[in-house]
C-alpha cells in the first residue's frame, strides 16, 4: 500500500530569471529579519497545537471529514509557498494551490488532543534528519540557481531531489496536522501507488455456435 500522503509537483521546462533573483532578496530579507526559521520551521510546532485546538473543539471525526477544506488546504498553500522558494516553480497560485501543487490526503485514525501533541516528540527524528538533508539541500539550491541563470533550467537530478526532498516535508506536515495515523517513511519516493481491489475479467470470444452434423 501506498503511504496515504502523496505529493508532486511539475517541473518546469524553462524558468524565470528574474524570479530567482527575487527569491534570493526574499531569503536574504527573511535571515536579516530572523523570522525565516520560523517559517520555514514553525509549522513543526504550529500544526500540532492548530490540530489539537480543533479535534478538542470538533471531535476528531468531523476534523477530518473537514479537513479537504481545512488542514489539507491549508498545507497545500504551505507547500506551494515552499515549492516557490525551493524553485520547484515560478508560480504561485493564490486561490487555487491546487493547480500548482499536486498534494493529495488519505485521511485516517481517531486523533485525539493528546495524540496530536505528542507528535511533537514522536517526529524528532524526522525532523533531524531533514534538517541533516537540508545542508544537501541549499548546496543543490544554489546550483540550481546557478543553472537557471546561466540555462535557463534546473538539472533533471536537482530536480528530482528537490521534490523528494519537498515530499518529505509534506508527509512530515500531514502526520503533524493529525491527518494521518501512519508514521512517515524515510524515504523521498510517493511509493507504489495502490492497486484496485478487483479487475475486470478479460473479455473471453463469444463461443461459436455448434455446428450442424452434415
Given amino acids: 500500500m501506498a503511504y496515504p500522503v502523496t505529493f508532486d509537483i511539475q517541473p518546469l521546462q524553462e524558468y524565470d530569471k528574474a524570479q530567482v533573483a527575487l527569491r534570493a532578496v526574499i531569503l536574504i530579507v527573511l535571515h536579516v529579519l530572523q523570522i525565516g526559521s520560523f517559517i520555514f520551521g ?4 504550529i500544526l500540532p497545537v ?9 471531535g476528531a471525526e468531523r476534523y477530518l471529514a473537514e479537513a479537504e477544506t481545512g488542514p489539507t488546504n491549508w498545507l497545500r498553500y504551505l507547500m ?5 522558494m525551493a ?17 493529495s490526503v488519505r485521511t485516517g485514525g481517531s486523533p485525539t488532543v ?15 534528519v531533514l534538517t541533516l538533508v537540508g545542508i544537501a539541500f541549499l548546496v ?11 540555462n535557463g533550467e534546473v538539472p533533471e537530478w536537482a530536480s528530482t ?15 503533524m496536522a493529525s491527518l494521518v495515523d501512519e508514521y512517515p517513511p524515510f524515504s523521498f519516493e510517493n511509493g507504489s501507488e495502490a492497486m484496485p481491489a478487483s479487475l475486470p475479467p478479460a473479455e473471453q470470444p463469444a463461443p461459436s455456435p455448434p455446428s450442424n452434423p452434415p
Fill in 161 to 175: 531531489f528537490i521534490r523528494g526532498y519537498l515530499r518529505r516535508v509534506a508527509r512530515l506536515m500531514a502526520y
Fill in 87 to 103: 524553485l520547484a516553480t515560478d508560480k504561485m497560485a493564490t486561490q487555487n494551490p491546487e493547480e500548482t501543487v499536486q498534494l
Fill in 42 to 45: 514553525g509549522a513543526y510546532l
Fill in 50 to 58: 492548530v490540530a489539537a485546538v480543533m479535534i478538542s473543539q470538533k
Fill in 140 to 150: 543543490v539550491w544554489v546550483i540550481s540557481a546557478v543553472s537557471i541563470l546561466l
Fill in 114 to 128: 493528546g495524540q496530536a501533541l505528542l507528535r511533537i516528540v514522536l517526529a524528532i527524528p524526522h525532523a533531524i
Fill in 80 to 84: 506551494m509557498f515552499y515549492d516557490y
